[in-house]
């Protein structure tokens, strides 16, 4: 078996192993000369065939209030006849050690299944929170603003990327936009795809929110579902319904995601009697690629230290133990020592962790791979809950 980057002239044939494996035209494929945020790895036979691939697309997310590099995993595969042969595994073990040395500090994706993106060092990550609203049931505080249909002509990019601006700064995992995460704007045609975005507006002409639909018929009835909802604040959030409210007389429920903090559920006036609902929604899973840097850039309760030994078995660089120094909030030194840690982490455990979806006691109640050597250690300064949610699929 021969694992390396795929090269341009070879598209053809991630394509159509993409085509294959996921049993769709060989255009959808994810290998594209004019996407340059994207790289392919692949398994080939001693006879040259492609049997497996997986691609990389590099984008920035926020963590702890810094932009870091991130890889969206995707279009893992393999063609039948090679499958269980470990072609996968073998571009796993090659890419991620690869990144690491590119300056990669993350990578996630949206699994098929969470027991096998573990043998690589993921974790179940970002939860999401999917709310239906009885429409007849809606009531809203007076609005004074106004929202407008974006359409190919009239885009409303600007007042989308202000909304964007504000939201990508409150959670983390969540991908920051550049330009180049903005073409879905020139392909606006809701008359022919009757997919609709509206964009918000405050009553001095602030871009508060927008949300893009379409109408779905659904067992439950003739429904608003969402592929896009964001918000700047609770104004912007009442916008939005303010938008389904309007389409109440020919729609049930308006169906869309929440990021899963506590709190946001209170912004339903009322949730009793079938008014709303809510459910737990997975999405993806993440992994940290370089365990220093990640260390180096967390976000932290007040001051301490912490001796952390991380287990990976892909990653030589990250595997070991790392005395963590840290003084009001922000890392003062990581280094690797020989001293004996406070706490032995797998680093699925530690990717999960350290971005944020619960405290270290929680953790050691129901997530395995967690070791705890030194219950004085200010562990709970390093591993606690952080709002995250992330909405870019790739």
């Not at 070879?10 to 594209?32: H, R």
């Not at 896009?228 to 007389?249: I, N, Q, T």
């Not at 395995?368 to 992330?390: H, Q, W």
């Amino acid at each position: 078996m021969i694992v390396r980057k795929t090269l341009p002239e070879e598209n053809e044939a991630v394509n159509a192993l993409f085509s294959v494996a996921f049993q769709t035209a060989p255009e959808n494929g994810p290998a594209d000369a004019e996407n340059t945020r994207i790289v392919h790895w692949g398994a080939f036979s001693d006879e040259g065939e492609l049997m497996s691939s997986l691609s990389l697309s590099s984008y920035r997310i926020r963590f702890d209030a810094q932009a870091c590099p991130m890889a969206g995993v995707g279009a893992v595969q393999t063609l039948p006849p090679f499958r269980r042969r470990g072609g996968v595994a073998a571009c796993f073990a090659r890419a991620l050690p690869a990144l690491r040395d590119e300056g990669v500090l993350f990578a996630y994706l949206y699994p098929f299944s969470t027991a096998f993106y573990r043998r690589f060092g993921f974790e179940s990550c970002v939860t999401r929170i999917a709310c239906t609203l009885d429409l007849a049931q809606l009531r809203l505080p007076p609005q004074e603003g106004s929202f407008r249909l974006a359409v190919k002509e009239r885009p409303l990019a600007e007042a989308i990327r202000a909304v964007d601006r504000v939201w990508e700064q409150r959670w983390n995992m969540e991908v920051l936009r550049g330009e180049e995460d903005y073409g879905w704007l020139a392909k606006l045609d809701p008359y022919a795809k009757q997919e609709y975005l509206y964009v918000c507006f405050d009553a001095a002409g602030r871009a508060i929110a927008y949300t893009a639909f379409r109408t779905a018929m659904e067992p439950d009835g003739r429904n608003l579902v969402c592929s896009r909802f964001r918000f700047a604040d609770r104004e912007g959030f009442y916008a939005l319904l303010g938008v389904f409210k309007s389409l109440a007389a020919d729609h049930r429920f308006a169906k869309f995601s929440l990021p899963s903090d506590p709190a946001l559920p209170y912004l339903m006036g009322e949730w009793s009697l079938g008014a709303a609902g809510f459910a737990l929604q997975p999405a993806g899973m993440v992994r940290v690629i370089n365990v220093k840097e990640v260390l180096s850039r967390a976000a932290y309760r007040g001051s301490g230290e912490v001796k952390l030994h991380i287990r990976d078995a892909l990653i030589a660089d990250n595997d070991g133990v790392f005395s963590l120094r840290f003084a009001d909030g922000r890392a003062v030194s990581v280094e690797r020592t020989e001293e004996k840690p406070d706490a032995a982490l797998d680093i699925t455990a530690f990717s999960a962790l350290i971005a944020g979806v619960c405290d270290l006691e929680g953790a050691r109640d129901w997530m395995s791979g967690i070791e705890l050597m030194n219950p004085a250690a200010p562990l709970e300064r390093v591993f606690y809950r952080k709002s995250m949610t992330i909405t870019e699929f790739f």
